[in-house]
């Protein structure tokens, strides 16, 4: 089955800066790549999800890229802010209304 | 925005004991599945639902486990008989299973078993 691998587990950003969140994944036939925020005591909360024929997805401050040859995918957050802290978990699929294989989380703190 | 509620926030079971959660998807929504998050770990899938039967499970779903659609807008997970280790937060998602329309997740009911 599917494995994701996430990186890294903790991240500590001064605001204003930017934030990568890595991503692999091991099954060839995942085709659907979301990004969720889970701040505490709520469910996760998807901020943007990229699929298989686009290399690059930008909304905002956040932007997502793949790379379907090296299995991985990155987030990145730019000019971050202090609301941006939360535990960010990528996933993957086949199709988007299939199970998702979460990664392990990173908790993002932005440092004011 | 149409959000997924899930009910309760917290319960509490004594080992043993069966336990329903429950959920409200999203209305126009068609799929609809459930996950556990054990404290400090990763989402883990458990099952999906379709078309008023089951379309997958993980092996974290067994015999123990059940769901249901009881009537047009409710989804539930029933625990027959909880272990100390079902002890997790247990998420419910829906998707309206158009081309790759994402899973929108409820904020989760918190299951501690004594």
């Known amino acids: 089955g599917e494995n994701v691998e996430q990186h890294p587990s903790t991240l500590s950003v001064q605001e204003g800066d930017s934030a990568v969140i890595k991503c692999t994944y091991s099954?060839?036939?995942?085709?659907?790549f979301p990004w969720y925020k889970q701040e505490l005591g709520k469910g996760p909360q998807l901020i943007i999800d990229i699929r298989s024929n686009v290399g690059e997805k930008k909304d905002q401050r956040i932007a997502v890229t793949l790379n379907k040859t090296a299995k991985h995918f990155s987030l990145h957050i730019t000019e971050t802010q202090p609301e941006d802290s939360a535990v960010y978990f990528c996933a993957a699929s086949q199709f988007g209304n299939e199970k998702l294989t979460f990664g392990t989380g990173t908790r993002l703190t932005i440092i004011p | 925005e149409p959000e997924v509620t899930q009910t309760p926030s917290h319960q509490v079971t004594q080992m043993g004991q069966e336990v329903i959660l429950r959920c409200v998807p999203i209305?126009?929504?068609?799929?609809f599945y459930w996950y556990r998050q054990i404290l400090g770990q990763k989402v883990e899938f458990l099952v999906s639902f379709y078309n008023n039967e089951i379309s997958e499970k993980s092996e974290i779903f067994d015999d123990q486990f059940s769901v249901e659609r009881p009537d047009g807008s409710n989804f539930t997970l029933k625990i027959r008989s909880t272990k100390l280790e079902d002890s997790a937060m247990y998420f419910c998602?829906?998707?309206?299973?158009?081309?790759?329309?994402?899973?929108?997740f409820g904020d989760g009911t918190r299951l501690s078993i004594l």
């Open positions: 099954d060839s036939a995942s085709n659907y």
């Open positions: 209305s126009n929504h068609l799929y």
């Open positions: 998602a829906s998707s309206d299973g158009t081309g790759d329309q994402p899973q929108h």
